[in-house]
């Protein structure tokens, strides 16, 4: 097993190369809003650094969200490239699934995201799909946070070896929108 992960969906970029027991460096990079102009770059220097190239990975493991919108897009437009030109299997990781199993809230744990505007991107996984809460409702009290990449980056890694080694691939990578572009939601205001 040997898997690129990736994840673009906060203001920090991850890197990793997961195998069966080890994590190849998990390169965290704060990038802010510049994924679309550092990504391809910074994956090809981390694969350069451990003698590694794409075709060496059995798949692609990518965070399909919530988080930003544009960071999503960015993360999942390079790994299908990069599947469009290798043929890899597909691991989808949910990064408010990551932050609960990093912050150790249990099965019946939560998760938020700083959405912004006053709002988190929250995921309770008794059955309620992801949505949005405002900061002052009570749910987001005991939740399980990451301000930092560092802070749920096991968290990923927990997820994609446990769904390779599960066998459970995606045909297709689909972004997790929980609300509308930037552009979008201003679009509707006027």
């Known amino acids: 097993m040997k898997v690129l992960l990736i994840d673009t969906t906060t203001r ?3 890197i990793a190369v997961v195998t069966e027991n080890q994590i190849l460096d998990g390169s965290i990079y704060n990038l802010g ?3 679309s102009e550092k990504l391809c770059l910074a994956v090809e220097q981390f694969l350069a650094k451990h003698n590694l190239a794409l075709s ?3 798949a692609f ?3 399909i969200g919530p988080g930003s919108f544009t960071g999503i897009r960015i993360g999942v437009a390079t790994i299908k490239g990069y599947n469009l030109a290798l043929g890899k299997k597909y691991i989808e990781l949910n990064t408010l699934q990551a932050i609960a199993l990093s912050a ?3 099965a019946k744990g939560s998760a938020i995201i700083d959405a912004g505007n006053g709002y988190y991107f929250a995921d309770y996984t008794n ?3 992801p949505c949005l809460i405002a900061y002052d409702d009570i749910r987001a009290q005991n ?3 990451a301000k930092l ?3 749920y980056l096991d968290g990923l890694v927990e997820l994609c070896r446990s769904k390779y080694s599960a066998g459970n691939f995606d045909d297709n990578l689909s972004p997790l929108y929980i609300r509308k572009s930037q552009a979008e939601e201003n679009a509707t205001k006027k």
């Open 12 to 14: 920090d970029l991850i």
């Open 33 to 35: 809003t510049q994924h």
């Open 56 to 58: 060496n990975m059995d």
């Open 61 to 63: 493991a990518c965070s």
């Open 104 to 106: 150790n809230c249990g």
């Open 127 to 129: 059955n309620i799909p």
């Open 143 to 145: 939740a399980g946070t």
């Open 149 to 151: 990449a560092s802070q």
